[in-house]
């Protein structure tokens, strides 16, 4: 009988330890929301967004583009371990300049435009995030740029310097 309670106790544990690992999820944008690095109002600034979520934090840290999103992720120094990181999906965002306020998904599922020369919220060139290779497809079609996941969009793409000469387009 001792055999089955350690047994029980233990089976129960570990559904604690599967449930606390479990992500958060994402939270709705709202119009209050400010951007991680230049605390302005996301709403006022077009084009897909992101938040990430740290392990202890109770809200996530939301940025008015994903290339910044993505220079927090590639950078070493941070607040807390991520939990979460979720994108906007521009294949269902009503439009550009209206990115939607639910339509998150996962970036490690997401398919990213990189070099499409297209204008993010914050005026640098835009890395757009795509649930599906047809939306991904369709933007590029469009915009031009390469469809890639997270893990290979190059720091390059993120971390270098922003020339601001560039003449970049700012979609429909």
Same mark, same amino acid.
């Given at each position: 009988m001792r055999h089955l309670a350690l047994i029980a106790l233990v089976a129960l544990a570990a559904c604690k330890e599967e449930q606390a690992a479990a992500p958060p999820a994402p939270v709705e944008l709202t119009e209050t929301a400010l951007s991680y690095f230049c605390?302005?109002?996301?709403?006022?600034? @077009? @084009?897909p967004k992101g938040q990430i979520h740290l392990e202890g934090y109770p809200a996530p840290l939301f940025f008015a583009q994903v290339r910044d999103m993505l220079a927090y992720l590639k950078s070493p120094e941070r607040d807390a371990e991520i939990a979460a990181v979720y994108v906007s999906d521009m294949t269902v965002a009503p439009n550009w300049r209206n990115p939607g306020i639910s339509n998150w998904i996962a970036a490690d599922g997401a398919l990213f435009v990189v070099g499409a020369g297209v204008a993010g919220g914050m005026g640098a060139p835009e890395v757009v995030p795509f649930a599906d290779s047809f939306g991904a497809e369709a933007f590029i079609a469009r915009y031009g740029g390469a469809a890639m996941p997270l893990t290979d969009i190059p720091d390059e793409a993120v971390l270098g310097p922003v020339d601001l000469d560039l003449k970049l387009e700012t979609p429909a």
């Open positions: 605390q302005m109002n996301i709403a006022e600034h @077009g @084009g």
